[in-house]
């Protein structure tokens, strides 16, 4: 190894140079090669070249003023000052102690937290315990080994394995110190959070919060100071049940496990033992003295070892805590005179020796002043000449640069070198006696970018995560019915109608439900409103929801099934206090579940139902086929959609998305006459506006002929609710009766209002109706605008005289026999009904209904009048469900796909004998321009009854499903 000197104090082109200058510019440099190569440290030794105590002195004095030039900057260091005299043994094993307590000089912008020597300890409490073992009165020599060793295990667990016992109060200070200290970010927190609770909680919440605050404190104290730290998880456990160091010498192979403490605490005991015994015997004065001396080796080499693996720790580059790239610069340990007596020389051979044993490389750098006449028996006489500290020339032929490029050679045993760590420089009487004239600095050490990575930056992006992350999820469950942070459900979401009511709209998939609690159920009343014995009383759209999700789930779970799924789309939320207007999406979802209930019995291609909401009255009908879009994209079993029965003003956008989507509307109520004449996917098993205003043509012409013939035309005044129905209503209403030669109050419609309750008014359109000549009223509004019109018809001065009232089918959802819809004495109400009430409640679906729902027509009952079945929501609802069925039964569609060919399916659909009479798609003309045929079709009067008797109710004529036959005896 080459040693580095100077020869005449010579160096830069013969110019003179001071052992001060050599040696802070080799220091320098080797901090510089750390900094920016992580390159191995190796353990300078200053020596004089001649035999002079005074110049040892100098060379100490150089040590010493190189470390106190890094008292005022960032470096890590130590000063070592070993004792004058004493054991040598024992004085190196204080040094190393000493090394692994306490501060590393102060704190600079190059640090990262204090460095911590968990195996340190480790070593230092089996050290401590075999101390106590030696010195304790009745330790007597009758002893043998192995007592004494059993006996330091027994300190060593009665200490919970730490160096030396604590006291209680020294605990708890150490424990409230920073909770209570407002000049530290956890005390500052823990204040903030006392002063907010003492100042704005409740004294009940303050007496639970302060001593469940501090009995947690004390009982993390207990634990904490009657566990053993050195655990089997913990690091130093670690490395000590498998460093090969102990291996080597020991008879307990290396073993450990998280998954197995027995026996990773059983390798700790086991070679905590065997050093036990090694330190005993360095110790006890009747050791041979050629084992003492392996003892009090093995005893030094291990506390080495534990000390540099506890450096190379706190520089490890990739630790959780980014510690080894915050730390830049090495640890260094100062050594003005390290000596034979003071253990000093002890110290550094043994950093050598357990460096050349291992292949990790920690990041130590000593620097050590060696008196002259120590170099000889420390340092092999057989050296290469020595050269400069900075020759002149390249710079990769400097002394380091020699010691690295020899470093991996050196060590060998073959070669000689016992101390191949060691760098030993020469200083010349010249250098050292050439005065103070270089100015020492203290290495510059600069605060890196890594430094942003800390605890309390990641406590804070965790807070700031959290934070961000509640605000988000909070964001997210306003936005989706089921929204959160990872995983929302986009299929439902949530929007506000232009009554601030909230509503969920989209598709209930996942955990979506659009039951609210209160909502209405089949039999027309609410929870608690009574009528709990009657038919459909125990089914509400909560249950409907579990039933139709059960039944999906059995069919899933089936073996090699076919299935398609169909999308009821209805109006199943409301405003409070308006429940009633779900009422008929829900008899048309139960109608359709009885219709998957029927076929998944015994039809081998299987039906799954989704439930769609458009919420009230269908206001956000676009925004609910968009998500009923987006499932189909993904579930190619989504073959059509049944319901969308209400006509609004953007049914014609909403039916024209399911088409670009490919796919199928059959329609249950929607009485528009446009849709089938817009799209080709669209299929309508109601009669139409114009076709229901061209049926009650015939009571018109039934009725006698005065000579004034007038007529008004009431209509709902237009608003923001979309809904077609009305203007729809009054516009072939109003042709109809032009056409059968009235002539209309008015000149035209007549339109009302709603008051805030949702009431009609009709008191502007009654007061330029109401005249002498007035003989008939065609009402183009919804069924809950009838019991108004009745009420003022009967006080309305100018409206006394007989009066014929025609409406169209939305007035099925009337109830004349429970008295919740009236008539006025003098008038008769003729309506249309889509379906035959004494029809649909008899043949199969009514035998489905009653075996699976258990709901059954009341006995002795008018159907007309029956609350289940009477308006035909249910049975429409039924049959749109078996035709959507049929047409992809035989276009051979599945969940596996064939999702085109059920528009030509349905085409071919011609079902018999069901529940509104035939479904026969077979004449339907895509795109057609005029009615389609086969439309159920069904005149219903009412007449009031006997005094304190309902109003009677008959049937004046009807024309099935599937008819394509004029109506016939339609007589007033």
Known sequence: MAQGAVRGGTAFGGMPTTAEYEVDALFKDLVDQFSQARLPMPVVVLHAEEADTGLDQAVADLVTAVQEAQEGGGLPHRLVAGPAGGDPHRNAIGILDGLSKGAWAKRGPSWYRHYAFPRSRLVAAIEGAAQHVLTTPDAGADRTLDDQVEAVLTRLRDLHWRPQQGTARSDWAQTLSPLLNSGTLIGAFVLAGLTTLLTQAHWEVVAGVVPAS?????????????????????????????????????????????????????????????????????????????????????????????????????????????????????????????????????????????????????????????????????????????????????????????????????????????????????????????????????????????????????????????????????????QYCEGRLLGSNHDAVWRVDQGGTRECIGLATGGVSFATGHDIRLNGLKPGQGGDDQAGAALSLGTLETDIRQENDRVAALPDVRYITIVYAGSFTTATGQESRALNSLKELAGVHLAQLRNNAGDPLKIKILVANGGQDLYFQTEMVDRIVGAASRDRSIVGVVGLGRDATDSDQAVGLLQQAGLAVVDTENSSTTLAQRHVNYFGLSATDQEEAAALRKIVDGLPQPAARLAAVLTRRPNNDHDQYSSEQAKYGAAMLRG?????????????????????????????????????????????????????????????????????????????????????????????????????????????????????????????????????????????????????????????????????????????????????????????????????????????????????????????????????????
């Open 740 to 972: 059968a030669g009235f002539q209309l109050a008015g000149g035209g419609p007549l339109e009302y209002g709603l008051t805030d309750s949702g009431d009609p008014d009709y008191q502007d359109a009654l007061r330029k109706a109401c005249l002498p000549d007035l003989s008939v009223i065609y009402l183009a509004g919804r069924s809950d605008d009838v019991n108004q019109l009745m009420k003022l018809l009967s006080s309305e001065p100018g409206c006394g005289q007989k009066l014929t009232v025609l409406t169209g089918d939305d007035l099925t959802k009337a109830q004349f026999g429970t008295g919740r819809t009236t008539i006025a004495p003098q008038a008769t109400l003729y309506y249309i009904a889509l379906t035959v009430p004494a029809v649909t409640a008899s043949p199969d679906l009514a035998a489905t209904a009653a075996s699976e729902l258990r709901i059954t027509p009341a006995p002795n009952t008018n159907p007309y009048e029956d609350d289940v079945f009477s308006d035909g929501a249910l049975a429409l609802a039924y049959d749109a469900t078996a035709a959507l069925h049929e047409g992809a039964s035989r276009a051979g569609t599945s969940q596996h796909g064939s999702l085109a060919a059920v528009l030509a399916g349905l085409r071919a659909v011609d079902l018999t004998n069901r529940a509104t009479g035939t479904i026969d798609f077979r004449e339907t003309q895509p795109l057609t321009t005029g009615t389609e045929p086969g439309h159920g079709i069904n005149i219903i009067r009412v007449k009031p009854g006997p005094a304190g008797k309902p109003p009677q109710i008959d049937l004046v004529c009807h024309r099935a499903a599937g008819d394509t036959r004029d109506l016939q005896g339609c007589r007033p």
């Open 214 to 478: 501090f009995l947690l404190l004390m009982v993390t104290g207990w634990v904490r100071r009657n566990t053993a730290p050195l655990s089997w998880l913990g690091q130093a456990s670690h490395w000590f049940a498998t460093t090969t160091f102990l291996a080597a010498s020991g008879r307990q192979a290396a073993a450990w496990s998280i998954w197995r403490p027995r026996r990773s605490w059983d390798v700790t005991q086991a070679r905590a033992r065997e050093v036990a015994g090694e330190i005993i015997k360095a110790q006890l004065a009747g050791t041979p003295s050629e084992e003492r001396d392996r003892s009090q080796q093995f005893h030094l080499q291990l506390r080495t070892l534990a000390l540099l693996e506890d450096l190379r720790s706190a520089h490890r580059a990739w630790a959780p805590d980014l510690r080894g790239r915050k730390r830049r610069i090495p640890p260094v340990v100062f050594m003005p005179k390290a000596g034979t007596v003071n253990g000093g020389l002890k110290v550094l051979s043994a950093i050598s020796d357990v460096r050349s044993r291992r292949s990790e490389q920690d990041p130590l750098l000593v620097l050590a002043g060696v008196a002259q006449a120590d170099v000889p028996a420390w340092l092999e006489a057989e050296s290469p000449g020595p050269e400069p500290v900075h020759p002149a020339g390249p710079r990769r032929g400097g002394p380091y640069e020699n010691w690295v490029s020899n470093l991996r050679v050196r060590q060998a045993p073959s070669r000689g070198r016992a101390l191949a760590w060691t760098l030993p420089v020469r200083l010349t009487r010249l250098q050292l006696n050439a005065g103070n004239t270089t100015g020492l600095t203290a290495v510059a050490v600069r605060r890196t970018a890594w430094f942003l990575w800390s605890r309390w930056t990641l406590l804070a992006v965790l807070v700031l995560a959290a934070c961000a992350g509640l605000l988000r999820s909070e964001q997210l469950s306003h």
